[in-house]
């Protein structure tokens, strides 16, 4: 039995069996209408209850035995990652000599790569990396695909070179989404606000900008870090996802960067995400008026690094 085994009530039938009661016994109390409920093959809950959602990461990691540990979706949730279709099967990664298979609501991944688990709350959970790539190679969505892992670089729980590696020491099954993802996150818009920013700016017929580059007053004092810039004319232009930034940095930051950008005579234009899709033609007429008004005046001592 996993967990605190003062609340846990899911256990192997073996070991009800190891305690002295039969197996036809147990299954009996499984029956319709019986104090007890079949969860997984070998694996009951004892009560009638309906399982709660721990108790069904508990039963799947019985299913899975020692080494198993939780991949996937439900491993995002545990990491506090939220991008991502809502979880319901348990995909368990388990060693490839093992003997098991996927049943119920739980999928078994044999593998030879089996990682060095993280525990969270008493539950093996694989590394947050091979996590969101192996539920990632499940979703055919890619501004889906593109989010979640956009959402675990911006969140800091992993870095792109580390996902470029497991990309290409892993499996390859479904990995085409995820390589293109990755790709656009290393080498441009890092989320999928900005990628529909990039195509704004496009449409707009403005110059080439610069993605996600910091920038600096000529004393060396540091600005920010704008989604898009134009150095030109020392144009900046944010994608202001609460989501995201207000999360990460919180509104008072929030604020204590646009000052920082007036300080320095930035033209800055800030964006909602939800903008870039429901009113599109609105913020490419802005997204023209703002560097226009950047181009009309003399350009700021600032530079981009």
Known sequence: MLGDKNTSRVVRVAVLESLGMPRPTVYRRCLPGGPWRRLLPGIVKLDRAEPSQRQRLEAALLRGGPDSMITGHWALRSYGLRRGPEPDDVHLLVPATREVTSAGFVLVERTTRLPEPVRRRGLPLAPVHRAVLDAARRVEDFDTVRAMLAEAVQRGRCRPDVLRRELEDGSQRGSALPRRALAEL??????????????????????????????????????????????????????????????????????????????AGIVLLATLPARLRKEPGAVVRELRAAYEAAAARPRPPVRMR
């Open 186 to 263: 290393v080498s441009g818009p890092r989320s999928v606000a900005e990628g529909d920013a990039l195509r704004l700016w496009r449409r707009a017929g403005l110059p080439e900008c610069a993605w996600n580059v910091a920038v600096y007053e000529v004393s060396g004092g540091y600005v920010a870090t704008p989604d898009a810039w134009c150095d030109d004319v020392a144009f900046a232009w944010e994608i202001d996802s609460k989501e995201f930034y207000f999360e990460l940095d919180g509104y008072a930051g929030t604020l204590a960067r646009n000052a920082r950008y007036a300080a």
